[in-house]
C-alpha cells in the first residue's frame, strides 16, 4: 500500500507560479513511477507530467510543456511539480499518482495510487 498526500495548491494570478508536493507513505516509494494529473470544473482527469523510479526520465503534457518541471526526491519519499508562468487554464485539482506498471508515467491506465487532490486556480 502507498498513500500519496498532495499540498502546495491555492490561488495565484496568472504569470505566477506555485510548487506542489506529494508525500508518498511506505518504503517502496522508488519502485513507482509517478505522475501528476488534473480535473477542471466540467472535464475529465488528464495528463500533466511523470517521470520515471530513478528521476532519470521524464514526460509532459503539450500544454505545459517548457512551464512545468516534475522531480523527484526518493530519500524523501516526495515528488513535486514546478508550475511556473500559469494560465487561468491551469485551474483544476491536481491529483499525484503512483504507477507500478511503467517506466515513465504517459496516462492513467497503469496508475494504481491516487492522492485526493489539491486544488490551484489561477485568476486572470
Known amino acids: 500500500q502507498v498513500q500519496l498526500v498532495e499540498s502546495g495548491g491555492g490561488l495565484v494570478q496568472a504569470g505566477g507560479s506555485l510548487r506542489l508536493s506529494c508525500a508518498a507513505s511506505g518504503r517502496t516509494f522508488s519502485r513507482y513511477a509517478m505522475g501528476w494529473f488534473r480535473q477542471a470544473p466540467g472535464k475529465e482527469r488528464e495528463f500533466v507530467a511523470g517521470?520515471?523510479?530513478?528521476?532519470?526520465?521524464?514526460h509532459y503534457a503539450d500544454s505545459v510543456k517548457g512551464r512545468f518541471t516534475i522531480s523527484r526526491d526518493n530519500a524523501k519519499n516526495t515528488v513535486y511539480l514546478q508550475m511556473n508562468s500559469l494560465k487561468p487554464e491551469d485551474t483544476a485539482v491536481y491529483y499525484c499518482?503512483?504507477?507500478?506498471?511503467?517506466?515513465?508515467?504517459?496516462?492513467?491506465?497503469?496508475?494504481?495510487?491516487w492522492g485526493k487532490g489539491t486544488l490551484v486556480t489561477v485568476s486572470s
Open positions: 499518482a503512483a504507477d507500478s506498471h511503467t517506466g515513465v508515467v504517459r496516462s492513467s491506465s497503469g496508475v494504481d495510487y
Open positions: 517521470i520515471s523510479w530513478s528521476g532519470s526520465s521524464t
